[in-house]
């Protein structure tokens, strides 16, 4: 695995998909992508502890900010989505087991015990699924998104692709010209 960076693009850009098509993984050219999702979680949120963890599930909701974008992945996240399958199928059958805890019989509680131990590991493999990608964060003020594991390639891409847009934009007149000898129409004649 190579080394991975941090890097900080403009929040636009991640919400419009104006990114380099390159992997933000792996760092090889492709066109696939996968919708994401980068937020700011407050530290009000944690306030919330004090209340339980439906306190903190409630004031997290309240107070978060997110912003939905699409980042180039090669093969578009399908491991992913695979981890999240295999999870859910497991978390079925597991659920399906665990109606021999009811069961009088040994034997058949045993496979019900497996069977809740089966639902725990079908949680990890969906939570494995749903973070296996590059990790994201929302700044405070909902301007830029960070990658915090991005490959090197992609993220030297991003910067070229930002340092074209500044000079692009440097290039452009802010103002239009001053008319010669034109006259305010705001101006007061009182």
Request: aromatic share 8%; net charge positive.
């Amino acid at each position: 695995m190579s080394k991975t960076v941090k890097l900080v693009v403009p929040a636009s850009w991640f919400a419009g998909g104006w990114l380099p098509q390159i992997c933000a993984k792996t760092g090889k050219p492709t066109t696939d992508t996968r919708k994401t999702n980068a937020e700011y979680m407050s530290p009000v949120a944690f306030a919330g502890f004090l209340m339980g963890v439906v306190g903190f599930l409630l004031l997290h909701l309240i107070t978060r900010k997110r912003v939905t974008g699409v980042v180039p992945l090669a093969g578009g996240g399908r491991r992913g989505r695979n981890l999240t399958l295999v999870g859910f199928v497991v978390m079925l059958a597991s659920f399906a087991a665990m109606f021999g805890l009811l069961s009088p019989d040994a034997g058949k509680q045993m496979l019900g015990a497996l069977g809740l131990l089966g639902i725990f590991v079908g949680l990890a493999f969906v939570i494995a699924g749903t973070v296996a990608g590059v990790p994201v964060k929302l700044s405070k003020d909902q301007q830029w998104v960070t990658f915090t594991k991005a490959h090197p390639d992609f993220a030297a891409a991003a910067t070229a692709m930002m340092a074209e847009a500044t000079a692009a934009a440097a290039a452009v007149p802010t103002a239009p010209p001053a008319m010669a000898g034109a006259q305010d129409p705001f101006a007061s004649s009182y």
